[in-house]
């Protein structure tokens, strides 16, 4: 069974910085496309970021990149996501998810995804 568990989340003011994790089980974590997503109330979910099997390759979208970074250790079976200059508009609920191909992760649905972490920016 395929469990990804969030953390790192909460609340931070705008400019300020957060670290999201994700500890994956039940795959094999190398094997994996994996990604980050959000969902802000009223909004639909979208793409954040996407990171390749072994790391090299890394995807951004465009409201995030320059800000956000996302990398894993395989050793770990974590992906995380460092958020820096944090703005009120990133504030949403950030899921991990497990892909199949890194670049693909925001236009073909994740096959797995976590429950979520709360992130919240104060202006």
């Known amino acids: 069974q395929v469990q990804l568990v969030e953390s790192g989340g909460g609340l931070a003011q705008a400019e300020g910085s957060l670290r999201l994790a994700c500890v994956a089980s039940?795959?094999?974590?190398?094997?994996?496309?994996m990604g980050w997503f959000r969902q802000a109330p009223g909004k639909e979910r979208e793409f954040v970021a996407a990171?390749?099997?072994?790391?090299?390759?890394?995807y951004y979208a465009d409201s995030v990149k320059g800000r956000f970074t996302i990398s894993r250790d395989n050793a770990k079976s974590t992906v995380y996501l460092q958020m820096n200059s944090l703005k009120p508009e990133d504030t949403a609920v950030y899921y991990c998810?497990?892909?199949?191909?890194?670049?693909?992760?925001?236009?073909?649905?994740?096959?797995?995804w976590g429950q979520g972490t709360q992130v919240t920016v104060s202006s």
């Open positions: 990171i390749s099997r072994g790391g090299a390759l890394t």
């Open positions: 998810a497990v892909g199949r191909v890194a670049h693909q992760m925001g236009v073909i649905p994740p096959d797995y």
């Open positions: 039940g795959r094999i974590f190398s094997n994996d496309a």
